[in-house]
T-cell receptor
Framework: QQPVQSPQAVILREGEDAVINCSSS?????VHWYRQKHGEAPVFLMI?????EQKGHDKISASFNEKKQQSSLYLTASQLSYSGTYFC??????????FGKGTLLTVNP | EAQVTQNPRYLITVTGKKLTVTCSQN?????MSWYRQDPGLGLRQIYY???????DKGDVPEGYKVSRKEKRNFPLILESPSPNQTSLYFC???????????????FGPGTRLTVL
C-alpha cells in the first residue's frame, strides 16, 4: 500500500516555505525522500531512520515520527531550483521500498 | 563516472513481442531495483535484487521477469508485453543493506516504453 502524500501540489513564490507530509499504515524502518524534475530521473535528498534524528540538506530538512508513522519534508526560503515532484518512500523490515504518488512543487519568481 | 545506464531509452513495440530492457551499474552496488512510473501513480517497485541470484517481488511484479546473474547487470524482461505496460521505467542501485540502510539509491535515466 502506497504512502499517502499531501498536498498533491503546491505553488510558492521564491522565498516562501513549504511542508510536504507523508504517512503510512504500516510499521516503518526508514523514510526516503527524492526530488524529480520534469523529464529526469529521481534524485536522492535524504533518508531518515527509525530512532534517528531530524536531517537537513541545505535549506531542506525532514522529520520522522515513528509512532505516527509519518514524515514531513520542510523546504525553507524556497528557490526556483526547488521546483519538481517530491516523492517519499517508506521501507519496512525487508528490502521493499514503496513510494507515494508525489507532490508537485512549483516555485515562481 | 559512477552511473546507472539503461537501454534502450525509448522503445515502441507491439503486444506479445518479447523484449528486454537492460540495466547496468558501475559502482559495485549489491542492491538493484526496477520501478515503473505512471502519471498520478508515482513510482512503483516491480522487482528488486539484494545480490547476485537473489531477487524478490516489489509491489507490481505481474507481467515482468528479472534475473541477476552478474552483480553489475539487472535486466527487466517482458515476455508478452501488453498495452497496460506502457510506462516510464527506471532502474536503480545502491549499497543498500536492508531496512536500516542509509545508502543513496542512484537512478538510471529511464526507459520510455510504448506497447501498441
Amino acid at each position: 500500500q502506497q504512502p499517502v502524500q499531501s498536498p498533491q501540489a503546491v505553488i510558492l513564490r521564491e522565498g516562501e516555505d513549504a511542508v510536504i507530509n507523508c504517512s503510512s499504515s504500516k510499521a516503518l524502518y526508514s523514510v526516503h525522500w527524492y526530488r524529480q524534475k520534469h523529464g529526469e530521473a529521481p534524485v536522492f535528498l535524504m533518508i531518515l531512520l527509525k530512532g534517528g534524528e531530524q536531517k537537513g540538506h541545505d535549506k531542506i530538512s525532514a522529520s520522522f515520527n515513528e509512532k505516527k508513522q509519518q514524515s514531513s519534508l520542510y523546504l525553507t526560503a524556497s528557490q526556483l531550483s526547488y521546483s519538481g515532484t517530491y516523492f517519499c518512500g517508506f521501507r519496512g523490515s525487508n528490502y521493499k521500498l514503496t513510494f507515494g504518488k508525489g507532490t508537485l512543487l512549483t516555485v515562481n519568481p | 563516472e559512477a552511473q546507472v545506464t539503461q537501454n534502450p531509452r525509448y522503445l515502441i513495440t507491439v503486444t506479445g513481442k518479447k523484449l528486454t530492457v537492460t540495466c547496468s551499474q558501475n559502482m559495485n552496488h549489491e542492491y538493484m531495483s526496477w520501478y515503473r512510473q505512471d502519471p498520478g501513480l508515482g513510482l512503483r517497485q516491480i522487482y528488486y535484487s539484494m545480490n547476485v541470484e537473489v531477487t524478490d517481488k516489489g509491489d507490481v511484479p505481474e507481467g515482468y521477469k528479472v534475473s541477476r546473474k552478474e552483480k553489475r547487470n539487472f535486466p527487466l524482461i517482458l515476455e508478452s508485453p501488453s498495452p497496460n505496460q506502457t510506462s516510464l521505467y527506471f532502474c536503480a542501485s545502491s549499497w543498500d543493506r536492508g531496512g536500516y540502510s542509509t545508502d543513496t539509491q542512484y537512478f538510471g535515466p529511464g526507459t520510455r516504453l510504448t506497447v501498441l
